[in-house]
Antibody
Framework: EVQLVQSGAEVKKPGESLKISCKGSGYSFTSYWIGWVRQMPGKGLEWMGIIYPGDSDTRYSPSFQGQVTISADKSISTAYLQWSSLKASDTAMYYC???????????????????WGQGTTVTVSS | EIVMTQSPATLSVSPGERATLSCRASQSVSSNLAWYQQKPGQAPRLLIYGASTRATGIPARFSGSGSGTEFTLTISSLQSEDFAVYYCQQYNNWPPLYTFGQGTKLEIK
């Protein structure tokens, strides 16, 4: 079974650092992009960025560039989202999702975000 | 940055009826458009990619159409389990950059 399993809920204070994880299984982890999505309480989905674990190519939404760091350790099929100094406004649910992208001659084919993790709740409060 | 605008914000429809949800891009995204369903307390679920291709396991009552800047998600005969929030998402060919719309809440009339 293809699945992404995220780390558990976190409660942190402003200014603290945090790294949450997303472990893939049931497929070739290095062959699929992994994206991260934020959902603030009662709000919509915001796409944060994406990483290709095969070579760690990473892209960020302009809204999140410089605010978070996305990384991956392909040896353990795990992607990460980290903050160096949390703010109260980082309080949200964070999802990882597999994002198949296939490059063929003269075309790049996207297949949406087809497998999602269960989400990690991050609460930042003093 | 491409902005995705969904309408209406809330749509009230009776079970068994048809629902039509709209998504507009601020500039052409070709057919690089996906739709997701999210129920309370759950992760989103991919419904449609490539503007009109149903994802694996998605019932035929869900259909997507459009290209360029105007897209539609149609649910032909609403079932009780279809009442949820729906998001459209555009994706750039390369590099892979994505943007969500703000969502449409589909509620029972």
């Amino acid at each position: 079974e293809v699945q992404l399993v995220q780390s558990g809920a976190e409660v942190k204070k402003p200014g603290e650092s945090l790294k949450i994880s997303c472990k893939g299984s049931g497929y070739s982890f290095t062959s699929y992009w992994i994206g991260w999505v934020r959902q603030m309480p009662g709000k919509g989905l915001e796409w944060m960025g994406i990483i290709y674990p095969g070579d760690s190519d990473t892209r960020y939404s302009p809204s999140f560039q410089g605010q978070v760091t996305i990384s991956a350790d392909k040896s353990i099929s795990t992607a990460y989202l980290q903050w160096s100094s949390l703010k109260a406004s980082d309080t949200a649910m964070y999802y990882c999702a597999r994002s198949p992208v296939v490059v063929v001659p003269a075309a790049i084919l996207h297949y949406g975000m087809d497998v999602w993790g269960q989400g990690t709740t991050v609460t930042v409060s003093s | 940055e491409i902005v995705m605008t969904q309408s209406p914000a809330t749509l009230s429809v009776s079970p068994g009826e048809r629902a039509t949800l709209s998504c507009r891009a601020s500039q052409s995204v070709s057919s690089n458009l996906a739709w997701y369903q999210q129920k309370p307390g759950q992760a989103p679920r991919l419904l449609i990619y490539g503007a009109s291709t149903r994802a694996t396991g998605i019932p035929a009552r869900f259909s997507g159409s459009g290209s360029g800047t105007e897209f539609t998600l149609t649910i032909s005969s609403l079932q009780s389990e279809d009442f949820a929030v729906y998001y459209c998402q555009q994706y750039n060919n390369w590099p892979p950059l994505y943007t969500f719309g703000q969502g449409t809440k589909l509620e029972i009339k």
